[in-house]
């Protein structure tokens, strides 16, 4: 029996699994992710796989059938025609369209490892990601190949490949592209690259049995350098194995698979698939069910997602706590609420109470929100579809998942207590690319330290209080900013807020609050008086101010790190 298989009988969290979620989880199946995606091909072959719908409303899309074939041709191109081997990177770098399945799913048929990279990336990070990984060959959108053109020469990239986000949408009668195409062109910067257009490498690899380059794949082989995002310091590629990932796919499955019929559901990807998040939910799990997966290039402006939402029958959808905000905020959404929706997943970042709350009265489907990270493939903790939920929570850990909540000497605290999140499980990383000091310091004895601050109540569901290095230090009292925030967002007139600690002479650290408006007239008095109803005096922001927007990753996530050095930096040229 696998050492995963089986938790200790002791862990609270069993007693809320019932009879929708297994207590132990068979090995998977598939010896590989190309295996899955062989299986999953084999059984949908008809049924369409990928939609990528822009913002007018046109669209291109491919079957099951299409996608193993065109991966099968990818794969034969890196290794026949780019003669990369077993183990060799390859990055790929585009926002969500038909290419990304194709290539990714070519890239691990050829026995590589996959970089995802964030298409956004300036320069210098990209430079970076390139060189750290090592990566032989990249997939790169048209729009941004202008910047790889400045930074090739300095990577170990020998071999690019082109593409563009309305790849592979259907031509007219007589050959004549939608009017999308011929404006995308427009928009494509000028540059010197020696690369191959996508079409061109698919017919340069044909066909062929492609299986003999991923047949000797195991759970122990290396899938993806997922780069965590930056935002603690410089990005790090977390070593992720095709076992890692089949198993959390098997585990987000356990978690929500009641609500998910194989063949039937249509799953809405506004969150990008190089992002953790939405690679293993929104695609692996979904591919591995048979479901319609409909791609939002990019979801800003959020009517970007209107055309999606209207023309499709959407069943499920991810999203973090922005987006489904913003989505409340539009009067196309709130009027008309989409009527097919099963459920809704949250995630990337703490959802808050007031948004989980409208979005359940508008849409009358559920909003759970779950916990992972980079490092855990991502998936650590969800929400129960089945049952009563805990709001405000993270919910249970995943089947084959061991969670305990520890002090800074690593002993286990209290119950009820505050204390860091680690965790024990098949989905944990291998460690960080080429980086073996920093795997040690969160990687200790099998278990991952993940920073994060949460509390267990005696049934075993788990809360986030907010990240290790987030907390802030008022007069010797601990004031965590997921809390403030959300009681800002509960002020009918907060669109958004983050909250920081910056220096004070008199309390250490004082509480400073930025928000996005959604009333005008909202005073900042008005504001810390909400809070004071909410919040004991010493968590009440001793300053507020309003913002137009708030510094955020691509995937939606505020950066409070970016405020603090913007205080930082105000600080030194005071002087």
Known sequence: MSPHTQLPTASPWLQQYGTSIPRELPEPAAASLPALAVQAAQRFADQTAFTCVMPNGMYG?????????????????????????????????????????????????????????????????????????????????????????????HTDIRHVVLTRVPEFFP????????????????????????????PEALAQ????????????????????????????????????????LLWNTDQMLAMCGSHIEPGREVVLTALPLYHIFAFTVNFLAMFKMGARNILVPSPRPIQNLQRALENYRITWLTGVNTLYNALLGEEWFTAFPPKHIKAAG????????????????????????????????????FQPLNGPRQPDTIGIPAPATQVRLVDDAGQDVAPGQPGELIVKGPQVMQGYW?????????????????????????????????????LILVSGFNVYPNEIEDALARHDGVMEAAVIGVPDGKTGEAVRAYVVRRDPALTAEALQAHCRELLTGYKVPARIEFRDELPKTPVGKILRKDLRAEVLGAAKKQG
């Open 205 to 244: 690899g044909g066909s062929g049995d492609v299986s003999p380059y991923w047949r000797g794949l195991n759970h122990q082989s290396l899938a993806m350098l997922q780069y965590t995002g930056g935002t603690t310091g410089v990005a790090k590629g977390a070593m992720l194995t095709h076992g890692n």
């Open 61 to 153: 899309s491919l079957s099951y059938a299409q996608v193993n074939a065109m991966s099968d041709a990818f794969a034969r191109y890196l290794r026949e025609v780019c003669q990369l081997q077993a183990g060799d990177r390859v990055a790929l770098q585009m926002p969500n369209c038909l290419s990304y399945p194709v290539c990714l799913l070519g890239i691990l048929k050829a026995g590589c490892v996959a970089v995802n990279t964030n298409p956004l990336y300036t320069a210098t990070e990209m430079a970076h990601q390139f060189k750290d990984s090592g990566a032989r060959a990249i997939v790169i959108v048209d729009l941004f190949a202008d910047k790889l053109e400045q930074v090739l020469a």
């Open 346 to 381: 949250g995630g990337g970042a703490a959802m808050h109470h007031a948004v989980v709350a409208r979005w359940e009265q508008v849409t009358q489907a559920p909003l759970v929100e779950g916990y992972g990270l980079t490092e855990s493939s991502p998936v650590v903790c």
């Open 171 to 198: 031509a007219l009668v007589g050959g004549i592209v939608y009017g999308v195409m011929k404006h995308w062109n427009r928009l494509v910067p000028a540059h010197g690259l020696k690369a191959v257009r996508l």
């Open 434 to 470: 080429q980086r073996p000091e920093a795997s040690a310091e969160v990687l200790k004895d099998g278990w991952l330290y993940t920073g994060d601050v949460a509390v267990m109540d005696a049934q075993g569901t788990f809360k986030i209080v907010d990240r290790k290095k987030d």
